[in-house]
Nanobody, 123 residues
Framework: QVQLVESGGGLVQAGGSLRLSCAASGRTLSNFAMGWFRQAPGKEREFVAA????????LYADSVKGRFTISRDNAKNTVYLQMNSLKPEDTAVYYC????????????????WGRGTQVTVSS
């Protein structure tokens, strides 16, 4: 089983940037497509971005397209989420997860999940 640990969250002003990292142990991440989700207070968890096993293809939610970039470094067993032009509505706990689907989107496509990292964007 793969263990995932997210990091890089924090408090940032609107318009600022953060880079989240998702480090894996226990299994090689190159065996999995990866995704990022987020959950804001009082809301359901929602899809943010996904990337294929090799990093050749990516997919984004419309709400983050053009502002967020998902990437991976399989040699470091780590996946990243670069978040630019942050908005207060991006405030949420961000989770990374593994999937055996080629380019997953639905929550049930994902297997192992991290515990999340808090991102707070002030206006």
């Amino acid at each position: 089983q793969v263990q995932l640990v997210e990091s890089g969250g924090g408090l940032v002003q609107a318009g600022g940037s953060l880079r989240l990292s998702c480090a894996a142990s226990g299994r090689t991440l190159s065996n999995f497509a990866m995704g990022w989700f987020r959950q804001a207070p009082g809301k359901e968890r929602e899809f943010v971005a996904a990337i294929t096993r090799t990093g050749g293809s990516t997919l984004y939610a419309d709400s983050v397209k053009g502002r967020f970039t998902i990437s991976r470094d399989n040699a470091k067993n780590t996946v990243y989420l670069q978040m630019n032009s942050l908005k207060p509505e991006d405030t949420a706990v961000y989770y990374c997860a593994t999937s055996r689907t080629v380019l997953p989107v639905r929550e049930f496509d994902f297997g192992s999940w991290g515990r999340g990292t808090q991102v707070t964007v002030s206006s």
